[in-house]
């Protein structure tokens, strides 16, 4: 292990120079050698989908983790259009002279060695990996156990490129050991990595977080709320409260819990209670909004729930001050939406509610790189510090200060 | 202590969103009753003195800790002038329109609570202090045992101003357990806190750094080198090296060792022997650097020695490829300088040194928030993520991204 962490920390600095046009060279090669090792990779993924069946994964699950000749296809396309990304490495973020007239330059530079921690996606492992390429740093990744064969025919594509084009394989590489303590030793090895990116469950995210000493970007759960305010429009709150619970109830960015104010409530809850009856959606109310509608009682559990699936928690609250207290105590700090005509409504929550991503009059289904405009996406930080929200490739850079002088000494 | 951090995360969301012009009555209010209450905060200093007597404190730790009328209004000033920067939260950072025509702002916003662990000298308790609230912050301070009661006094003056403004003691506060469990109980405190800046000696950095389940902005050592290439300018590139080291040896952004390109170095090695000899400069040099001037042999270790002291490490390299290879080896990321008239030389250089901060003929000794023109500086990180070099008032703050739509779905 210590070997391959060397390896890797040695093959950042060779990452971190590399020309815009040699990546993306690179980048479409690993695309077209994808397709070509098309029958090699979906051999792989049958054996994982077959130990999938051994073990009862669940039909989601295997869904996620199955690839076809239009899946390993769509992975090449998307290694093609991380390629087409604008240069990441060397943009000049501020630039200023000083008092004592240094030419001082903020530039975006490679952050290093990163280890990205998943689960399920088998092409999460060729898109990382390109993202992180792209951006010049050497990607580690460790996939789930459940698709082991197709991570590692999938790399092994990659590496070949790498190696072909003579760089050194190590500048994408699955972790050599993907045990539990294999984890443990990588987020520890803050002399060699220097970003560690988990995605995937709480209890692991909650694992790395307290036993790394890399510096860690979570991709949390998102708890995220809609609160339809008194003068919401209540045609555009009705279409905006569906999508947010509807339209993918599995992921992070789907809403949990719908705030309804007080004073529109007996006008939009009966309304929203149809919609979603016929969304299939299982309601959990609380005794005010019972009033208007049918369902189960819901628990003090159920604020702090990412069900993950498509079961809404409904609360009635008297106002913004009480939407904004609610959201500031369950909320995740990922998504939350207000729908208001009110200008005031809309600025207070905008600038109150502490999240990666506050909406007014939008879904919060948009926060993801792909509908920022971030063209791929390493993924989505609950992380305060660093990256926050959707987490494209520039923020798979840091910066440097170069400074430009003539002589000058303090 | 649990009390008191839920105090101070509930009292994050006050500073948050106070307004600047708040923010600066506040500060130059506080600036005041410093000046009023010098008599005081000059006697609870006297105790402090006294105890470093008694502990055979260092002169120079005597002198870090020492307080005057003169050293009180300086303390004063510094809040005047972080009262006078420009509002750190709620600048537009970036600011676009995405396909489904979201208009998406990213604005800056503060961290929330932010822990600060420091030594000796009182002055940061107001500074950081200041910094934190003016940035929207909340700030727990962890000063060092040896200035405990100067620490509390002027705590004690922001606290009472605040108080008076109706708002919350605890937006600046020192840590109540100082005592190493009351440190390793807040670095853990992810819940509360945000931030935790240590600065202070490799122990506590270490410490905190392997500890701390909270994001941590390491304020480490600087191991930082000039290099003086074949084709400097002679004169310049002693000037630069006399001031890198000479100017304040004991500070982070002093260099520690001076690598000399062969080719310069029959000419550029006597000259500097005499002007550092006559700066009382100890030097310890490499074999083919003892050819040209008179020093102690170097040894493995000088190389990876912060001396923090009058002391400075020569060696002779081949060239620039031996240079960048000996900083990459040594160094720790601070500041490393090149001196030279050669362009592709400066460029290379620049691009391939991965620290902070990376200077062309100039000292190194500009690695400082006051001298890039922040104003103030809470510190110089050497982490690579979040803030890197010099920490001014922009890096206490994170961002969130605020979306303004009109109804739109996915």
């Not at 040695?10 to 020309?19: G, K, N, Q, R």
């Not at 090895?189 to 692991?204: C, F, K």
Request: proline share 3%; charged share 25%.
């Amino acid at each position: 292990m210590e070997t391959f962490l060397e390896k890797a920390k040695a093959s950042s600095a060779i990452a971190a120079t590399l020309d815009g046009r040699t990546k993306s060279r690179v980048l479409t090669t690993m695309a077209e050698r994808l397709e070509q090792a098309t029958e090699s990779i979906l051999r792989a993924n049958a054996l994982d989908m077959q130990a999938a069946e051994e073990n009862n994964l669940g039909s989601a699950l295997k869904d996620r983790l199955y690839l076809d000749g239009k899946r390993v296809s769509a992975m090449a396309e998307s290694l093609r259009q991380i390629a087409a990304l604008r240069e990441p490495v060397g943009r000049v973020l501020e630039g200023w002279r000083n008092e004592a007239d240094l030419r001082i330059e903020k530039v975006s530079v490679p952050i290093g060695v990163i280890g990205v921690i998943y689960e399920s996606r088998p092409n999460v492992t060729a898109d990382v990996g390109a993202l992180c390429f792209k951006s010049g740093n050497v990607a580690i990744l460790k996939g789930g156990k459940e698709a082991e064969h197709s991570n590692r025919a999938i790399a092994e594509v990659l590496q070949s490129v790498l190696a072909e084009q003579g760089l050194p394989r190590e500048i994408i590489s699955l972790l050599p050991d993907s045990s539990r303590e294999g984890v443990a030793t990588l987020i520890r090895q803050d002399r060699y990595v220097d970003l560690i990116v988990p995605r995937g469950g709480e209890a692991l995210i909650r694992y790395v977080a307290e036993n790394a000493t890399v510096p860690v970007v979570k991709h949390d759960k998102g708890l995220c709320h809609t609160y339809i305010h008194a003068e919401a429009d209540p045609e555009m709150a009705a279409t905006i409260a569906i999508n947010a619970k509807c339209d993918r109830p599995g992921v992070c960015n789907a809403m949990e819990t719908l705030l309804v104010d007080r004073a529109i409530a007996p006008e939009m809850l009966p309304r929203l209670y149809d919609l979603f009856k016929a969304a299939g959606t299982q309601l959990r109310a609380d005794e005010r909004a019972l009033e208007f509608i049918e369902a189960a009682l819901a628990s003090e559990e159920d604020w702090d729930t990412e069900y993950l699936a498509n079961i809404l928690a409904v609360k009635v609250v008297d106002g913004i001050e009480e939407a904004i207290a609610h959201i500031r105590r369950h909320g995740s700090g990922h998504s939350e939406a207000i729908v208001t005509e009110n200008y005031s409504a809309a600025e207070r929550f905008l600038d109150e509610v502490d999240a990666a991503c506050v909406y007014v009059n939008a879904s919060t289904r948009f926060t993801d790189g792909g509908a920022f405009g971030f063209g791929a996406e390493v993924g989505i930080s609950t992380n305060k510090l660093h990256a926050r929200g959707p987490m494209g490739i520039d923020e798979l850079t840091t910066y440097k200060y170069k400074i430009y002088g003539k002589g000058q000494i303090r």
